[in-house]
């Protein structure tokens, strides 16, 4: 079956302007996650969403950052006003429960702020 | 002390080499243990689950210890193909909070 998608590939924009990223996790998985990854760095975990319980955004940077999940499926990650230190790769992961369960990924976006 | 730590490398083996990575976490109470694989650009996908009694899957062997607060993995026999990044995981603080990731140790495998 179909992975873990997520849109766009690559995205640059310039330093203030919003943008959206989406996932598309696997069908039937109810936990979903996001993640970044700046160049050489290890996976910082940003906002997670558990079927309808509400979110752990304990990992979000800053109030810029947002995210949101409709009907338990597609999910979008939102960065306002973005900074060049937002620059990184962007990966969201599902599993099937949520907690300790495998993840699986997506692809990611690379997102570059100039 | 960070949640999870681990040498990020490079190692650099010839084929065919043994070679083994150290984790140490922080949390005494984590229950859950994974080793994911990362290659260079792509998503991180699952290697292998770390259990009490240690897991041999092929040429990759996990174990915990659990008194030191550390887990290993070791691979035999290195093919050029086992060159990637691998990230030690911990369950986090506890019940559903996420998966802590390490940074990754980085492995070479030279012809």
């Known amino acids: 079956g179909a992975g873990v998608s997520q849109s766009p590939s690559n995205k640059v924009t310039e330093k203030g302007k919003d943008v959206e990223l989406r996932c598309d996790p696997i069908s039937g998985h109810t936990a979903l996650y996001w993640y970044r990854q700046s160049l050489g760095q290890g996976l910082e975990f940003l906002i997670y969403?558990?079927?309808?319980?509400?979110?752990?955004k304990s990992g979000l940077p800053s109030d810029r950052f947002s995210a949101e999940r409709t009907g338990g499926s597609v999910s979008t990650l939102t960065i306002q006003r973005t900074q060049q230190e937002d620059s990184a790769v962007y990966l969201c992961?599902?599993?099937?429960?949520?907690?300790?369960?495998?993840?699986?990924f997506g692809p990611g976006t690379r997102l570059l702020v100039l | 002390r960070k949640e999870v730590e681990q040498d990020p490398g490079p190692f650099n083996v010839p084929e065919g080499a043994t070679v083994a990575f150290n984790c140490t976490y922080s949390?005494?109470?984590?229950?859950?243990f994974f080793w994911y694989r990362q290659d260079c650009r792509k998503e991180p996908k699952l290697l292998m689950s770390?259990?009490?009694s240690g897991n041999e899957d092929g040429r990759f062997t996990a174990q915990l210890n659990r008194a030191s607060q550390y887990i290993s993995l070791l691979i035999r026999d290195s093919k050029l193909s086992d060159s990637a990044t691998y990230l030690c995981?911990?369950?986090?603080?506890?019940?559903?909070?996420?998966?802590?990731f390490g940074k990754g140790t980085r492995l070479s495998v030279i012809a």
């Open positions: 992961a599902s599993s099937l429960v949520g907690g300790l369960e495998t993840q699986y």
């Open positions: 969403f558990q079927g309808n319980s509400a979110p752990d």
């Open positions: 949390n005494s109470a984590s229950q859950s």
């Open positions: 770390v259990y009490s």
């Open positions: 995981v911990v369950a986090g603080r506890s019940g559903n909070t996420p998966l802590v």
